[in-house]
């Protein structure tokens, strides 16, 4: 191993925003949580009164059910899922969107009116109505939704990331079916495609209406927040550098890197992946006056997309994060698989997404002592219809010769290798990969698998009936050697500071600036989102040239966030690495001035 892994590991997993607002706003631990919610109802003092508590999916309705009765022993509770129409239907109703793919399903159209019966949601209504109680509690998922009036409403947020392990300890079924000990692919394929996109959409329309915010990631230790001092700690967040918090996950290939350098716990067999910027899954940590909240970090990009995002990237992608930073540590482990991610049309036509999963692969580190590479594109008079048979008979045979079809190259620390869709790719083994790329995520189609069984012992699935519809085959070692192979481009050469374009490829939205530095480097958002890694160096400080924020330190390897509104901002060497050459690489969205 290199010496980098024998380094005192100073990456920070637990980044967090703190934020100090006026008055009691945020109460941890349920009892904490019901006096909050009493009081709060006695300052409402009516006689008849509902209290709504809205919920993503995933969410343990019956613990918050269990601990408010404790408080509100007279109240009435009703269950939204007891007003939701027949698993039958429900299935029937989104099977479309589902579909019998093992991994892919279809962005649904779909709201939150499709789980629920019509009939009964009225006759609750009126109910309601007509036959009110002291106190109503309305709880579970589409809560507002079933009770559009009512005097409080609480929305009990979820992290994706905890929900994707409560499917693993078959704790959770999808929304409105009883599949608990379903394979957890499939119930993640049916949140991804459905039941997150209904929940976000729901939880948009509430944002603007709710009272408070539960924090219910950790079970028996909810934290809840008011919707008021959860804002300023929003707002904050999108005017200054910031973190959302990693997580990392074994995998079939994985590796010893990020074990060491990032600390992570010994006893897991490999670490495969890191999530170190993916909006959509990532969580963020808000400290208000002291208390630690969780929110999926989705939240800031749906409440602040212009400040986040700038003008110009929220008017081509809507409320959605379009960069995504994650880690493949290989670091003696083994090959990815190779795969090819589809073309823009094809993702549009077959999965509804607007676009597609585009990416590139930043060498963070290779092991010099063993021979690194990438595969990557396809051979010179590749035969196509020979390569994709000798694919499919390797489904029953078990052996593929990748590299009499595939480009192989070697590669080495702080190298770029630019993958647009379209094109054959896997990193080998005994490197550690920065991947830099547009945000969809889980749109691979896997070739070949080196004949691995996944971590559950079952074969890994393969598409190569997806995949030969979007390989691009002229892609061959002539186009890949001049174009997507450390493009690097040296913009700007001063003491103490190179700036270098290093990609992505023409075909693809996003570019990447490399500096290497010793001095402070000025930078400017120019009105869109930066995205940045410290890809060498211990460690460096971003700061504001009118101080703007505080001093924002960050870590070798760390990846963070610099909103559009932040406008001019600098990245310079710390004490800790002042007599260290250091470097960042940043992504911003090509559709803006640079």
């Known amino acids: ?6 380094n005192m590991p100073n990456y920070d997993k637990f980044p967090t925003v703190s934020v100090n607002v006026g008055g009691e706003q945020v109460w941890a631990g349920w009892e904490a949580v019901a006096n909050a919610l009493d009081q709060k109802l006695a300052t409402i003092n009516k006689a008849e009164m509902v209290l709504v508590i809205d919920c993503y999916h995933g969410v343990f309705f019956a613990e918050i059910r269990s601990e408010l009765e404790k408080r509100f022993e007279d109240a009435v509770f009703i269950d939204t899922s007891d007003f939701m129409l027949p698993a039958d239907s429900i299935n029937a109703l989104l099977q479309k969107d589902v579909t019998e793919d093992a991994l892919f399903g279809y962005l649904t159209r779909c709201t939150m009116d499709c789980y629920f019966d019509k009939n009964k949601a009225v006759q609750f209504q009126e109910r309601l109505r007509t036959e009110p109680a002291k106190l109503t509690i309305v709880y579970g998922i589409g809560a507002a939704y079933l009770c559009p009036t009512y005097d409080l409403l609480v929305y009990a947020d979820m992290a994706r990331w ?14 409105g079916v009883d ?5 957890t692919a ?31 990631n950790t079970l028996g230790e909810p934290t809840l927040v008011t919707a008021e001092a959860l804002d300023l700690a929003l707002q904050k967040t999108a005017n200054q550098p910031f973190r959302v918090v990693p997580f990392f996950d074994a995998g079939p290939w994985g590796g010893q890197w990020m074990k060491e350098k990032f600390d992570l ?3 897991v067999v490999n670490y495969a992946w890191g999530f170190d910027c993916v ?20 939240n800031l990009v749906f409440a ?13 992608f809507g409320d959605e994060f379009p960069i995504r930073f994650d880690f493949l540590d290989t670091m003696q482990g083994g090959n990815l698989s190779l795969q090819v991610h589809p073309l823009t049309e094809y993702i549009q036509e077959q999965f509804g997404m607007h676009y597609t999963q585009d990416e590139s692969y930043y060498i963070l580190d290779a092991d010099e002592k063993a021979e690194t590479v990438v595969y990557l594109g396809l051979k010179d008079g590749v035969d196509r219809n020979e390569m994709l048979n000798a694919l499919n008979q390797a489904q029953n045979s078990g052996t593929f010769d990748a590299e009499k079809y595939v480009g192989v190259y070697p590669i080495k620390k702080h190298d770029h290798v630019l993958i647009p869709a379209g094109t054959i790719h896997c990193s080998g083994a005994n490197s550690m990969v920065l991947e830099i790329s547009a945000t969809p995520y889980i749109f691979t189609f896997k070739l070949w698998d080196w004949g691995r069984m996944d971590l559950d012992g079952r074969p890994r699935p393969i598409n190569i009936k997806h995949g030969q519809q979007v390989i691009q085959w002229d892609r061959t070692e002539t186009w890949v050697k001049s174009e997507i192979i450390n493009r690097v481009e040296v913009l700007k050469e001063e003491p103490g500071n190179k700036e270098e374009r290093t990609g992505l490829h023409q075909n693809e939205f996003i570019e990447t600036r490399r500096n290497w530095f010793t001095e402070k480097v000025e930078h400017h958002t120019n009105g869109g989102v930066n995205v940045l890694n410290l890809v060498q160096g211990s460690e460096a400080v971003v700061e504001s040239p009118n101080g703007a924020f505080k001093p924002f330190v960050v870590h070798y390897a760390e990846t963070f966030i610099v909103p559009a509104a932040v406008g001019a901002y600098s990245i310079s060497p710390t004490s800790q690495s002042v007599n260290e050459l250091c470097a960042t690489v940043k992504a911003f969205v090509k559709c803006y001035a640079y």
């Open 162 to 175: 905890e929900i994707q392990k409560r499917f693993r300890n078959n704790q959770i079924s999808n929304i």
């Open 279 to 298: 909006p959509e899954e990532n969580s963020l940590y808000v400290s208000i006056n002291g208390t630690r909240v969780e929110i999926p970090s989705v």
């Open 186 to 216: 499939l119930q993640y394929k049916r949140a991804y495609f459905v039941d997150w996109r209904i929940c976000d959409r729901w939880k948009k329309k509430l944002m603007k209406r709710w009272d408070y915010v539960l924090d219910t």
């Open 1 to 6: 191993m290199r010496n980098v892994l024998q």
């Open 265 to 267: 716990d010994k006893s």
């Open 304 to 316: 602040y997309p212009q400040q986040l995002l700038g003008n110009a990237v929220y008017g081509r």
């Open 179 to 183: 599949n608990q000990e379903q394979r």
